[in-house]
C-alpha cells in the first residue's frame, strides 16, 4: 500500500507564497518506484475515481463540468483552466491552480526519488486556503466553515494522492 506523508514544502515550491499571510497549507509526499513525468502524474490525479466524483460534484453544484480528455490537455500545458480552477503558474516539474473564486490552491509537484541512485519519483500534493475578510468586521480569517472540514479536507488530500500514485503504479505494472 502506498504510503502517504506530510511533509515541509520543497523550498521551491509554487505553493511557498501561501505559507505566510495567515492562511492554511498543507503538503504530502508519497514516492512511485519508476519515473513519472509530471504531465503523466497530473493526468493520473484528475482521472482517478476519486478525484471524477468531486469533478460530477463541480459540475452539478457550480456548473464547472470537465472531462478526462481536458485533464490531460492540462497536464500537457495546453489548457490554462480545468473544471473550477485556471493555471496560477507552472514549470516543468509543477502546476499550481486556482479555484474561481480565489479562495483555494491546488498543487502538484514531481520530483526526483530519494537518494543518488533512486529510478522512482516524488510525488507532492498541496493545497493553500487564503483568509477571507470578514463582511461585519472586516478582519481576516478562515471562518468556522473552514475549522470544521479540515479533517475531511486533510484525509481527503491523502485519498486523491493515494488515488494518483496507485494509478500510476498500476501503469508500471501492466508496462512489465
Keep these: 500500500m502506498t504510503t502517504i506523508q506530510a511533509c515541509a514544502l ?39 475515481a476519486v478525484f471524477k466524483a468531486e469533478r460530477l460534484l463541480l459540475s452539478w453544484f457550480v456548473s464547472r463540468p470537465s472531462t478526462d480528455l481536458q485533464a ?15 493555471v496560477e503558474a507552472r514549470s516543468t516539474d509543477q502546476v499550481l491552480l486556482c479555484d474561481f473564486q480565489g479562495r483555494t490552491r491546488s498543487w502538484l509537484m514531481c520530483a526526483r526519488g530519494k537518494g543518488n541512485a533512486s529510478t522512482g519519483t516524488l510525488l507532492y500534493f ?6 477571507a475578510a470578514s463582511r461585519r468586521s472586516g478582519a481576516s480569517g478562515m471562518g468556522v466553515l473552514f475549522r ?15 488515488a494518483a ?5 498500476r501503469y508500471s505494472a501492466t508496462q512489465k
Design 165 to 169: 500514485a496507485s494509478r500510476l503504479e
Design 148 to 162: 470544521g472540514l479540515l479533517g475531511f479536507h486533510k484525509l481527503y488530500s491523502r485519498l486523491l494522492l493515494r
Design 72 to 86: 490531460r490537455e492540462l497536464a500537457a500545458g495546453e489548457i490554462s483552466s480545468f473544471a473550477a480552477w485556471s
Design 126 to 131: 498541496g493545497s493553500a486556503v487564503v483568509p
Design 10 to 48: 520543497p523550498i521551491d515550491a509554487l505553493l511557498s507564497r501561501y505559507s505566510r499571510g495567515g492562511g492554511y497549507v498543507d503538503c504530502y509526499v508519497t514516492e512511485v518506484a519508476r519515473r513519472v513525468s509530471h504531465a503523466e502524474y497530473v493526468e493520473a490525479f484528475y482521472t482517478t
